[in-house]
């Protein structure tokens, strides 16, 4: 198993898929340094149905490679991870992850830029994010529903307005693989990340899990029944415990 090792971040190689080790009172220091580079830092919050396609898609798969941290989301992988290497990874909360970058970047009046979401949404949102970030700079914002042709005009803005953070929910075409597709038109510098819902959890229209559900790892449990076709889930499941086995049994670290 290949490791990479810096100061403050550790990133190992679990069935193939990047995963980088960053404890949370480290994060402030990462996020800094990366910060400083002349480059683009793309950040990946990865489930374990992410990591799963990771290993089966091309395009996603480079995305995640080429990422400059991918942060674990799901119990299934930390556990995985310590079943395999007895390497304890940290998982985080997707919007306790936003959160705390956001209170990084509002302590040094660093910017973002907001897109994605209903035009609606992400008014409310920007609102709020606003009200709990006042030192933080919002240097644009663009709802996600917008129509093709317009999609150069809004790069040219990100580009101009050089967003220390550029925040992507859903809505844009492509979700992620959107960042993917034009990091090099929205320039070469600050960071990326996608989170489907944070505009509707930052508008107060969708609630996250509970810190207590999430620890437990049954956030999934909600999901399924916002959506029950999630149920189906399962079975890939299924399929990682087996690779975590076979890979125990047959692959040498």
């Given at each position: ?7 403050k ?7 193939n ?9 480290d ?19 990865l ?19 080429r ?96 967003p ?41 229209k ?48």
């Amino acid at each position: 198993m290949a490791v990479e090792v810096t100061e403050k971040k550790q990133r190992v190689k679990f069935l193939n898929v990047p995963i980088d080790i960053i404890a949370p009172e480290d994060l402030g220091d990462v996020v800094y340094n990366m910060l400083k580079e002349d480059k683009e830092h793309n950040i990946v919050l990865l489930s374990l149905w992410d990591l799963l396609r990771a290993r089966r898609s091309g395009e996603y798969r480079s995305y995640i490679t080429r990422a400059s941290l991918v942060i674990p989301i799901s119990k299934s992988i930390t556990s995985g991870l310590k079943f395999l290497t007895g390497k304890k990874a940290y998982r985080y909360m997707p919007f306790d992850f936003i959160i705390s970058i956001l209170t990084i970047l509002e302590k040094r009046e660093f910017s973002t830029f907001l897109l994605g979401g209903k035009k609606k949404i992400l008014n409310i949102a920007e609102k709020n994010i606003r009200q709990t970030f006042p030192r933080l700079r919002i240097v644009g914002r663009c709802h996600g529903n917008f129509k093709r042709h317009e999609e150069a005009i809004i790069i040219k803005a990100i580009k101009k307005a050089s967003p220390s953070l550029l925040l992507v929910g859903k809505g844009v075409s492509g979700k992620e693989k959107w960042i993917a597709r034009n990091h090099v038109a929205i320039g070469q510098k600050g960071m990326r990340l996608w989170c489907s819902d944070i505009f509707d959890v930052f508008a107060e229209k969708k609630k996250h899990p509970s810190t207590r559900t999430f620890n437990a790892g049954l956030e999934w449990v909600g999901f399924c029944f916002q959506n029950p076709i999630r149920f189906f889930r399962v079975f890939p499941y299924i399929y990682y415990k087996f690779l975590l086995l076979a890979n125990k049994l047959f692959v040498k670290s």
